[in-house]
């Protein structure tokens, strides 16, 4: 039995650090980082095989953050994970740091892909999972697509790619909070349906909400039980997820709060304010 | 007469035979690229993405971060030009072990005109950092620099040809990576060449030599990192130079060599190559003629420096 009690606690600690490093930043982008958290709290501290003390150990799952701007979220769950220590995200951002605007492969412990360009890291995920088929290695590829991000028609081009070549080993999460940086996704650029889309590409589809722990795991069980083609986990979230000035803004996309706001946030979190699933 | 797109299909043969972990992506040109004979003999190792060049080097990056050295192939203006981004942010960035190997460079591209004539790509790859850009001048040398590409862990460009061409070099020809090679000394004028034009530059010097003009030839082969040493030796020696490409004037060999002359050795310097202008339709050797890519070009242009000297 998983303890999602314990899991929510650890969301929690994630949401903090991705707004104490934001605000420490004066940028970044929480939005979009805080509808992903139980995702990746899920995935780092249940699903994948990680090891930490050996962030390049070459059996580990892989993970692709296609979104790249939703970097803190990233952050703050490999520091939690213990791959750094959460010191280092007050250095987010900053001249130096390992901790770059959008996630680097080359400077950061636990990062498996550089991304940040929109579209391209679910191709760069479809050459990981081909590249453990041909070798015939048993780790498995996991990537967080932006439902705003599917606007790249570089997605669809992978969508395809990866449903062609029949990679199972790809399960990849559609983070669907509904807003991009101009607004509604509807309104800026209609990109739903997204499960038909992905459905009339070859792929299986799932769909579920994406702060409740219990479907996050159910749906990442039935995604290693499918052989023949990738899985896509639909995960209808809320853009700014736990911290309440901030829920389905979307000027909160890309922009830091200030340092009372913070106070406030992080008063509001500790208060228990995320539902975090059932 | 063989072109280098040739060499390029023949050596990923050999390639595969030799290193299990060498993989070869195409999109839907594996005819023309020449990849389809690695996808024959080695079906495995071999993904056709469909016309989808983005994915194309994205995906390239990916399997390299898997562990792959992978040969990614297309035409020279949709692998550079269409899908710069992902060269620059899946590839470059990361110095992943992704050789982009593209066909169709140049005017010489012939009769599908402009949209088709790549004459832009090697200063769009010249300028990412990690990428080292090498343009082989006849089918032995392209055959040797796809072996050193692959031996050589990192990004590469490695920009072919469509049509056949002379073979200048024979089997004991050695391409040594970042070396330019001296293939006629001068002292009056150097002409500095890349790819399909040091056969061009040949005959001019050989023109040139007939009216008294001590004319050298040099094959850059390696656009980038570019043999500043060589370079400027042979600058020192004769005084004036000429650059020639099958490639716009901006950006490609003529500006290497003028920022490694102007920073080094100034010397009065004509850049032979595509004006600042689209192609166009036509058969190869009309084109070249029609752009000023011919002996006769050069030849002015070896006439006009010198007396800049």
Redesign the interface.
């Known amino acids: 039995m998983r303890d999602t009690r314990k899991l929510q606690q650890t969301a929690r600690e994630i949401r903090k650090s991705i707004l104490i490093a934001t605000t420490e930043a004066g940028s970044g982008h929480p939005g979009g980082s805080l509808s992903s958290v139980e995702i990746l709290t899920a995935l780092y501290f249940d699903i994948m095989r990680v090891d930490p003390d050996n962030p390049r150990w070459d059996g580990r799952d892989r993970f692709v953050l296609s979104k790249g701007h939703a970097a803190p979220v990233l952050y703050a769950t490999l520091a939690e994970r213990g791959f750094f220590s959460k010191d280092l995200l007050l250095t987010l951002r900053r001249l130096g740091s390992p901790l770059q605007g959008h996630p680097?492969?080359?400077r950061t412990p636990g990062v498996?892909?550089?991304?940040?360009?929109l579209?391209?890291?679910?191709?760069?995920?479809?050459?990981?999972?081909?590249?453990?088929r041909?070798?015939g290695k048993g780790w498995r590829v996991y990537a967080v697509v932006g439902d705003g991000e599917s606007e790249e028609?570089?997605i669809w081009?992978?969508a395809?790619?990866a449903a062609?070549?029949g990679l199972s080993n790809l399960t990849v999460f559609h983070d669907w909070n509904g807003l991009q940086i101009d607004g509604p996704c509807e309104l800026v650029m209609n990109p739903y349906p997204l499960d038909a889309k992905w459905s009339a590409f070859g792929w299986n589809v799932l769909v579920i909400d994406g702060h409740d722990f219990g479907q996050v795991f159910e749906a990442a069980d039935k995604a290693r039980a499918c052989t023949d083609k990738p899985t896509v986990i639909i995960a209808r979230t809320v853009k700014g997820k736990g911290v309440s000035f901030m829920e389905n803004q979307a000027q909160w996309h890309g922009k830091a709060a200030s340092k009372e706001q913070l106070v406030e946030a992080l008063a509001g979190i500790e208060k228990g304010g995320v539902s975090g699933g059932a | 007469m063989k072109a280098t797109r040739q060499a390029y299909g023949e050596t990923l043969v050999e390639l595969g035979r030799e290193n299990p972990d060498v993989v070869v992506l195409d999109a839907d040109l594996s005819a023309s690229t020449m990849t389809r004979m690695f996808g024959k003999a080695f079906p495995d190792r071999f993904f056709n993405v469909g016309i989808a060049e983005q994915n194309l080097m994205s995906v390239a990056g990916g399997l390299a971060a898997a562990g792959k050295t992978v040969f990614a192939s297309t035409f020279a203006i949709f692998a550079t030009g269409r899908a710069f981004d992902q060269v620059r942010v899946s590839i470059a960035h990361n110095r992943l072990d992704v050789k982009i190997a593209a066909t169709h460079s140049g005017l010489t591209v012939g009769e599908d005109g402009a949209s088709h004539q790549a004459l832009e790509d090697i200063a769009l790859m010249r300028v990412l950092p990690n990428m080292t850009v090498v343009v082989p001048a006849d089918a032995t040398e392209a055959a040797q620099a796809v072996r050193a590409a692959a031996a050589q862990p990192g990004p590469f460009y490695i920009r072919l040809g469509r049509p056949p061409v002379p073979m200048l070099f024979g089997p004991e020809y050695r391409f040594v990576l970042g070396r330019a090679t001296v293939l006629r000394q001068g002292t009056g004028v150097v002409v500095f060449a890349t790819g399909h034009m040091v056969a061009v530059a040949l005959e001019a010097a050989g023109i040139l030599w007939g009216e008294g003009i001590s004319a050298g030839v040099v094959n850059v082969s390696t656009i980038k990192p570019l043999d500043v040493e060589t370079i400027v030796a042979a600058a020192k020696r004769c005084g004036a130079a000429v650059t020639v490409e099958e490639h716009s004037i901006i950006g490609g060999l003529g500006s290497a060599v003028a920022e490694a002359l102007c920073e080094n050795f100034p010397v009065p310097l004509v850049r032979v190559g595509v004006r600042d202008v689209f192609g166009e339709s036509g058969k190869p050797a009309e084109l070249l003629k029609a752009y000023g890519l011919s002996a006769d070009g050069v030849v002015n242009a070896c006439r006009e420096v010198t007396k800049r000297k």
Do not use: K, P, R, V
């Open positions: 680097d492969m080359n498996d892909a550089s991304t940040g360009s579209g391209q890291g679910l191709s760069f995920a479809c050459g990981l999972a081909l590249g453990a041909l070798d028609g570089q081009e992978a395809m790619f062609h070549y």
